[in-house]
Each structure stands twice: as structure tokens, then as C-alpha cells.
């Protein structure tokens, strides 16, 4: 029974005693007028006694026996008149301890407040009902207790009947629970997720890291369906799982989803939701962790990751390229010698003549599609030298104005601030012709095309979102059309070699080549377009301090002749090659000595009793590669010269030395008219090595 229950009965019982006993005194007190002697009947007045006697025997029973804390103290002086068994049980005290003492003099009032309000209450209303107090037991211990309180009139003098109900166990609870909630309430409010409580797709609670997450105050939240926080993408599968939890369907307790802040900003978060009751009903406990940083960094790893495989796939068609080249230049020189050669046999009039020339161009085309395979695979040999881009650009103009349609306006922009590169001018210019022809297709019917040139700083930041790319000041080229542009699936793949948007009709190299060129000279190519918006390609070239050198028309012309009379050592191991090498060379007049091996052609330069001018060789052979060839062939004869030729890829020939500065080499499939100027170029020229 509750504490205040039990005061109530107690001091119902208190009232109905008080009755009794004013009841029994009014007859003890009663006498009958004098008569004269006679007889008193005594019946009524022995009855009250025994009504009287039970009457404090039953208060007394309720008074000792009560398990709450009885006592009775005199308003004279608040000394103690009686206390009961549950007094001593909850104070410690013996009945000796207490009886004609106050409560002041045992120190029994812990907060001496509580006291005064007692007394303020009993003179005001003449009792108090549950007032909650301290006290100290005889032991030091503090105890909590209800007290209730009243004044009557108790053996002829006004008495205060004090019950106090012990509640220490009760109050420590609720301030263990209290504690613990406030405990629970800090920690939730200050924690570093976001959690709420939502319940039939409405938020019922929010701490401050929600508020802060969202930008909405905790009122505004209890107001709005959670649904309105969410990125309209990720609405159907978030209320999906809230109404499926709250239906006791088992779901995966975490998942992540877009929220969007007060303004309007998307942020990744991360979900842990369970499922609790809610003022009755089923609701769902939810901790909301910001992922945006890890969903960044996610995204740039997966950006790398692909860059690191597009590199890869690059790299290993990259590969296969160089080791077809060696083949095909191998097939491709005697097709394009035998066939320069029967032309230069047939007379103009020939029927014949006109065949050769279809050998000759179909010839001429794989071989520049090869030198596109080593362009884009970036190991093509190239001839670097210091160039102004503006200069490049406007000696390539006259060309593209020649071939430019009319319906396309070409406009050029160049920088005057330029700054030199180091470049193959012939592969720049590759370059250009591939992102001119390129931007053309791309305009069917008409549009602008521009060519611009820039000096730019490229930062530490945009090298860090670019994959080799170093900072630094760079050349800028830039080609833009206003075409029919491209998606972004379709601009993930443009750099890949024989992917095309042209259908039959492109070869898939063109960007390709682009892009392998760019990178041999270190540089980065980048492009951006939207779907009928057109695109623009940027190619950055670092900058150089070398200065450009004057233009000579010197490489321009043909030698004046070409014949000789020297010893030529030819060494070569493709059967089809050097039959034709040997064929040119003797045309032209020199004495030639025809090894298949290196050894054969040591052999060859010990048994010839005359000069060997010039060693024509192979960088690759089987039984020695061509520059130890050279090495043991000019200690044999002193001041021979030597001319290194190979279908190989840039990377395989330098390995051998043979790219080192002041080695003369020609790359097959050659002309028989390019052979026969180089070999006049070495035995003339002034270098030796």
C-alpha cells in the first residue's frame, strides 16, 4: 500500500480514537444528583470504561504494531511522549534514547529546513500530508522519509502524532534512474552521430547532432514526415525499410542513403536502425553517421583505380604494338622498295606504272597506320628539338585551310606570352591534324572551330586529380568545336585505341595517337564535351628553356646526288631486306658486302683486302645485336662509319645504344630514296663514333 494510503488510514483511525475517548471521559465524569443512601447503578459507566479500555487497546495496537515510524512529541516543548517499535526500527533508537528528548537535541533532522516547514505547516493548517524529509539515523546513516503530521489533544495536553514511511530505498532509485537518464541525455545529446526516433514515417525525437546535420531546429523536425530530409533518389528505399522494421521484418540494420540539408546540400550518410517501443507503439532507434568524407574518398578511389586500369590496358596494347611493328616494317620495306624501284624501271607511258603506285599507297598507309600503333603505344622514335607552338600552328594553318570545309569557320587564337617546348615537330603536328580532323567530323553541318595557345600553371591540386601529371608551367593547345559533342560514357573511352564513334569509317587510332604522342613529350591531354554542345581537347606540353632554333630548308631539299662509289658492309638478317638494301645500295654505285649475321660480317670485314667505308647494320640479330657489331667491325678498321637501321619500337633499339646523342639510324619501312639520302648523309657528314 503507498505511503500516503497508509497516513490516510491512520489518521482516520486517529479521529474515530479521539471520538471514543472524548465519548468515555464524558462518562467517567458523569455523577448522579444526591438522593439520600440508596444504590448506584453502574452498568452504563463500567460499559464505557470497557468500550474505553478497547478503544486505546486497538490504538495502541495500531500504534505499536504499524510498520511506518510513530511518534508522539509535546508542542510545549517537542520533547518525545511515545514512540513505536517501526520508530526504533528506522532511527536505531531504543525507546530510552528518545522518550523526554526533542528531536533536536538527537540530531535527528538531517536538513533543519524540513523542520521549520513542518512546524509552518502545523501552525498554519494544523496538519501536513507527505512531506518529504531527511533524517539521521543513530548510526550517521541519512535516510529519506514521508512524513504526515497532526495536532489533537492527547492526555489533557495538545500532542503533535508524527508517521514517517521510509523511502530511502525508493528515493536512491529515483535518483539512480534520474542520474542515469541525465547520464543517457548528455550522452545522447553530445554524441557525434546523429540519432532520432522515428515512428509511422514522422521523427518523435532528435538530438543536437541532427540538428546540426540537417540544419533544422529539433521543433521544426517533429513537425515534418523524415521523408522530406531524404534525397528524392533514395526516398523509396529509405521508407521502404522504416515501415518493413516496423512491421518486424527482418532488414539489414545498416545501409547508406543521400539526406538533404535546409539548403539543399546532399550528404552521404550511414543508417543503424533497430527496432523499439514508443510510447506503445513499434518505432525505430536510429544512428545516423555523416559518410560523405569516406564516400569522396571511395569515388577518387575507384577514379584512380580505373585510371591505374585504363593505364594498364594502354600499356599492354601499348606492348603489343611495338613487337607487331618490328614485323610489319619488315614486310613493309621490301613492298615499298621492290615497288619505288620497278617504278623507277618502268617508262611514264607504262600501264603498269599506275599498279605500282596502288602497291605504293596501300604500302604508304600501313605504314604510317604503324607508326600511329608506336605513336600511340608512345615508343615511335622521335627527333625532339626546341619549338615555338604559335609558329607550329600557323605553318600548319595553310594546310587546314586547304582541307577545312566551307561550312566550318577555323579561327586561331595564339598567345603572344608562349613559352618554347622540346617536340617532334612532325608528331605535333600529328597531333593537330588528328584533332582538326576529329572536330570536322564531329560538326556534319557546319559550325566553329578554334585552335588557341596558352601559357598555364598547372598546380599541385589539379596534378594530384590527374594521373602523372607533374605541377608546373605547360604549353596549352587547344582545339574546340561546336559540334555534336559526347557523352560521358563515350569520353571514358576515346583515348582507347580502336574504339570509335565513327563506325567502319574511323580507324579507332586517331585520339589514340593523340593521346600516345602527348604523353611520350610528357605532357597530359584532356577533354570535355556535352551531347550537342561540342567538345574541347587541351593538350599541355611542358615548357622548355632551350630556345628554338632558326628554320633551314636544308632538310627541305633533296640531296643533289645521291650516287657513290665507297664499300658499304651490309649486315642484316631478314632475307627480303637486305636482298632489297643490297639492290638500292648497288644501284647507286657502291660496292656492297652482304652478311645474314654479325659474325659473317666480322668474317667478311677481315677477308676484304680494301677500305670499308661504312657499315649499314641491323640493331637486332641473333647471334649479336648491331652495336657490338660496330664495336669489334671499327677495331678491325679503324674510322669506319656505320648507319644502325631497325623496324623495332624506340624502346627495344634503345636499349642497344643506338638512340644515344650522334648515332645516325633510320627506322624501317624506309623509301629506297630515303635510304640511299642517308647513307649519302653519313658517309658526308663530319660525325664520327
Not at 21 to 34: D, H, I, M, T, V
Not at 299 to 306: D, L, N, T, V
Not at 369 to 388: D, E, G, W
Not at 574 to 593: C, F, M, P, S
Amino acid at each position: 500500500m503507498p505511503a500516503h494510503s497508509t497516513c490516510q488510514a491512520l489518521e482516520r483511525r486517529i479521529a474515530e480514537l479521539e471520538l471514543e475517548l472524548k465519548a468515555c471521559r464524558e462518562e467517567r465524569g458523569f455523577r448522579l444528583p444526591p438522593t439520600g443512601p440508596r444504590s448506584t447503578d453502574i452498568t452504563e459507566r463500567v460499559s464505557a470504561e470497557q468500550t474505553y479500555r478497547q478503544s486505546e487497546d486497538r490504538f495502541r495496537q495500531v500504534f505499536l504494531t504499524s510498520p511506518d515510524a510513530i511518534n508522539l512529541n509535546r508542542v510545549e516543548d517537542g520533547r518525545y511522549h511515545d514512540i513505536n517499535e517501526g520508530f526504533t526500527a528506522l532511527m536505531g533508537y531504543t525507546r530510552e534514547d528518545v522518550l523526554g528528548k526533542s528531536s533536536v537535541e538527537l540530531g535527528i533532522w538531517h536538513n533543519p529546513e524540513d523542520r521549520r516547514l513542518l512546524l509552518h505547516e502545523l501552525k498554519a493548517h494544523g496538519h501536513v500530508k507527505e512531506l518529504e524529509a531527511r533524517f539521521v539515523r543513530k548510526s550517521g546513516e541519512v535516510g529519506v522519509g514521508l512524513m504526515s503530521a497532526r495536532i489533537l489533544r492527547f492526555g489533557g495536553e495538545d500532542v503533535i502524532l508524527s508517521i514517517t514511511r521510509d523511502i530511502t530505498d525508493r528515493k536512491a532509485a529515483e535518483d539512480a534512474l534520474r542520474e542515469s537518464e541525465e547520464k543517457y541525455r548528455l550522452l545522447v545529446e553530445h554524441a557525434g552521430e546523429a540519432i532520432f526516433i522515428a515512428q509511422k514515417g514522422m521523427l518523435r525525437f532528435v538530438n543536437r547532432r541532427t540538428e546540426q546535420l540537417s540544419g533544422y531546429t529539433s521543433e521544426e523536425l517533429i513537425t515534418k514526415p523524415f521523408q522530406e530530409l531524404v534525397h528524392p533518389d533514395d526516398r523509396a528505399l529509405v521508407l521502404d525499410h522504416h515501415f518493413k522494421r516496423l512491421k518486424g521484418i527482418k532488414m539489414p540494420p545498416r545501409y547508406s542513403f543521400r539526406i538533404l540539408d535546409r539548403s539543399g546540400v546532399a550528404r552521404w550518410v550511414e543508417l543503424n536502425a533497430v527496432l523499439i517501443k514508443w510510447q506503445g507503439q513499434p518505432a525505430t532507434l536510429n544512428f545516423l553517421h555523416d559518410i560523405t568524407g569516406r564516400k569522396q574518398a571511395e569515388e577518387e578511389k575507384a577514379r584512380i583505380e580505373s585510371q591505374y586500369r585504363q593505364f594498364q590496358k594502354v600499356e599492354a596494347i601499348g606492348r603489343l604494338a611495338g613487337g607487331v611493328a618490328h614485323d610489319l616494317n619488315n614486310l613493309l620495306t621490301p613492298i615499298i622498295g621492290y615497288s619505288e624501284l620497278l617504278s623507277g624501271d618502268l617508262a611514264l607511258g607504262d600501264l603498269r606504272r599506275d599498279s605500282i603506285q596502288q602497291i605504293l599507297r596501300a604500302a604508304y598507309g600501313a605504314r604510317d597506320l604503324v607508326h600511329q600503333l608506336l605513336a600511340f603505344s608512345r615508343k615511335q622514335t622521335l627527333k625532339y628539338q626546341p619549338l615555338n607552338l604559335n609558329k607550329t600552328v600557323r605553318g600548319f594553318e595553310k594546310l587546314l585551310r586547304r582541307t577545312i570545309r566551307e561550312d566550318i569557320d577555323l579561327r586561331i587564337v595564339a598567345s603572344p606570352d608562349i613559352r618554347t617546348i622540346m617536340g617532334d615537330i612532325g608528331q605535333i603536328e600529328q597531333v593537330l591534324m588528328n584533332l582538326f580532323v576529329n572536330a570536322q567530323q564531329a560538326m556534319p553541318h557546319g559550325g566553329r572551330l578554334i585552335i588557341e595557345t596558352a601559357l598555364v600553371a598547372l598546380d599541385a591540386a589539379y596534378a594530384a586529380a590527374h594521373h602523372n601529371i607533374q605541377p608546373g608551367r605547360y604549353v596549352m593547345l587547344a582545339v574546340s568545336d561546336t559540334g555534336r559533342g559526347m557523352d560521358q560514357e563515350t569520353l571514358e573511352h576515346i583515348f582507347e585505341p580502336f574504339f570509335s564513334t565513327k563506325g567502319d569509317q574511323g580507324t579507332g587510332l586517331g585520339l589514340a595517337t593523340v593521346y600516345g604522342i602527348v604523353k611520350q613529350h610528357g605532357g597530359h591531354v584532356w577533354a570535355y564535351s556535352e551531347v550537342d554542345k561540342g567538345s574541347i581537347f587541351k593538350v599541355y606540353l611542358p615548357v622548355s628553356e632551350q630556345s628554338p632554333a632558326e628554320s633551314t630548308e636544308e632538310e627541305e631539299e633533296a640531296a643533289s646526288h645521291m650516287q657513290g662509289s665507297e664499300t658499304i658492309l651490309l649486315a642484316e638478317d631478314n632475307d627480303q631486306v637486305r636482298i632489297l638494301a643490297e639492290a638500292v645500295l648497288k644501284r647507286h654505285g657502291y660496292t656492297v658486302l652482304v652478311a645474314d649475321r654479325g659474325a659473317e660480317a666480322l668474317n667478311l670485314l677481315k677477308a676484304h683486302t680494301g677500305k670499308v667505308d661504312l657499315l649499314l647494320t641491323d640493331v637486332v640479330m641473333p647471334d649479336m645485336n648491331g652495336k657490338v657489331l660496330f664495336e669489334k667491325a671499327v677495331a678491325v678498321q679503324p674510322g669506319l662509319k656505320v648507319l644502325y637501321m631497325s623496324g623495332y619500337s624506340d624502346e627495344v633499339i634503345a636499349s642497344r645504344g643506338v638512340l644515344d646523342e650522334g648515332v645516325r639510324f633510320i627506322q624501317k619501312p624506309f623509301t629506297v630514296r630515303a635510304l640511299a639520302a642517308k647513307v649519302r648523309e653519313v658517309l658526308e657528314g663530319k660525325m664520327h663514333v
